[in-house]
């Protein structure tokens, strides 16, 4: 999508990002196959094995005993993860470089996932900022701190499409939708690798979990996956696929299994689909032992079996299951395993060394001076507007922002927390460097206008109320003009392995909140959490609900400047707020059914729809208020009919109407109204984040080729075709002026 912004103030034409040229790949390959024919089988099977090792104990993959250093001298491991200590990445990388019989340099793994040592918003956070530059941005950063700190391959971006809060690792990714989720993988897979993978200050990304692992049943992590073709290829691969479009050049396989076979061993994913038809010719490696676990997952009777399939599905590296190493020689002996699929999965390990520079100088990483790489002043203040950036005003009656000399009392238990406004992965990243609300509101109502308490424990050893906080809590407020909140889920509950049935508020935080409502004072949650909550009852009593996630090492500055007015909130929602928790999943790209609800505002029988509650949202995808307000006019379908392969272009006049200058995030939907298949009710089809000043207007064009129409057909092929459309542009997926399109 290109979109043309015509302002009544300026002009500007808005650019689109293209692919990483990688451009020694040919060379790489070259030079891949020279060095494979002077390896032993053993060496091969070397380069696919990940293992770990923390600060120099020697400790081998489960299940299989190994000295490390050993190992790395007989060249019979080709990476490790998790390194988090520079010097000890380069005792292992000189061991391998110049202690092994080739020389072979190691490839260095770590999650880098928002942020190395600055961290960012987590990534549903960032996603709500519309703000695709940033995203890159973030990630670029990431990777500067990473490559300097001997990390030269991080395992990100998280391309899963979630719908369902339930599960924790929506905090990893960037939402339910697929055409913003490409956006935001394709973004981050060029900030982290740039324009030239050997550069000292550029990473490997690595997309993962490859595939569907967002979709785990009832929101369980691990969980199976099933789901049709045909959902999975409208829903699922986009943003995966967009990420292999800009360059990434690893993939990681999903715990889950797909459509009946464990991801690590499913062919049809892993050869068929990745490598046949999406062209990727990078490496794949597993998740944690995810090749072992297919025995767990009754797929494979022993550690033999489970390196056989993987093997055979074209999975190249082995994380931490040793089970390549352990089995790879008696497979080839015995003739399961031929030692030119070995070659091939060995080559493509290489080929990303090769890329990344390592042969050509093994140390290239690491290098920096360190202290001129991490926590530059620049990226600190760019990670204050990303964080503001990515938080979401859901109600506001008023009371903010906040006048100048305004008493604040502070409650709740993220308000002080240096640890939980980081989330769930930190990278490198160091609690003591985070800001916290108290902090940064101190310093801009001065400290004599903030009074603190925290009143309640929520984590992952402590939860519940402190003695005598509630007691605390109200005697504060009364002393305040206004109560800010911080309440939700802490950083532990973001992430990997955290499902939850509850997606409320912790109870004891709701008496909290009931404790300070009876003192009359209006009420700001400062709702943290890595995922959409199940928060109706905390929306209907407080004056003002501000998101603010979990927003990395400068969540409280970006706070502060939200609450004061010094910026105007402009995040919108990249996930739905539940009405109730029984209505996950629920997102607004559904279908319509043959039988929709008449309103989905109301509850009722013989429809699709529940007979107790609404089927609506608390709030939907798009939703994010100001202290401004946009006024949406004129829109206009510019080409009302387009041909096949052409570009439908709409317009609309946007309006601050308010008296504030402010950023809104106009989002353009479309209906394909009769389809071969059925198709959803809304679809985000382009989206612009528009900064306007109190009184401007703009005039924003979308230009949308019919290509990104195209959807998948019952025979599985994915085009377009001829038909009407319904298109609707507003600030969020409710928007409500409607034109018609026709492509012929
Ligand atoms: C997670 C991955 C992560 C890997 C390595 C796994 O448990 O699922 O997302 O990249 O560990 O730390």
Redesign the pocket.
Known sequence: MKRVILSLFALSVVAIGSAAPQASDKEALRNANKLIKQMTLREKLGQLEQFITRNGVVTGPEGVKCDIDSAVRKGEVGSF??IRNRNEALRLQKMAVEESRLGIPLIFGY?IIHGCKIIFPENLAISCSWNIDAVERSARIAAEESAASAIHWT?SP?CDISVDPRWSRVSEGAGEDPYLGSKIAAAMVRGYQGDDLAKSNTIAACV??FAAYGAVQAGKDYNTVDMSELMFRDIYLPPYKAALDAGAVTV?SS?NDFMGVPASGNKWLLYDLLRKELGFKGFVVS??KAVNEMIIHGVAADGRDAAELAMKAHLNMD?LGGDYIAHGEELVRTGRISEKLIDELCREVLVVKYQLGLFEDPYRYGKQNLSEVYYRPENMQFARELAAESMVLLKNNGVLPLAEGTKIALIGPFADSKIDQLGAWRGLGEAKRSVTFRTALEERFGKENVLYTKACECGRYKNGLIEGGIEEAVKIAEQSDVVLLSIGLSGWHSG?SRSRASISIPEDQQQLLDALKQTGKKIVVLLSTGRPMDIRNEVEKADAVLLTWHAGTMAGPAVADLVSGDKNPSGHLTMSFPYSVGQVPVHYNSKNTGRPAKSQFKAQGYSCSYVDIRNAPLFPFGYGLSYTEFEYSDLKVLTPEVPLGGVVKVSVKVKNVGKRDGVDVAQLYVRDIVAETTRPVRELKGFERLSLKAGEVKVVEFEIPTSDLAYCHSDMSVKADAGDFYVWVGADSNAKLKGQFKIK
Request: charged share 30%.
């Open positions: 993860l998790s999650d395992f998280m993962k979990h990681m715990f998740d944690w994380m990997e």
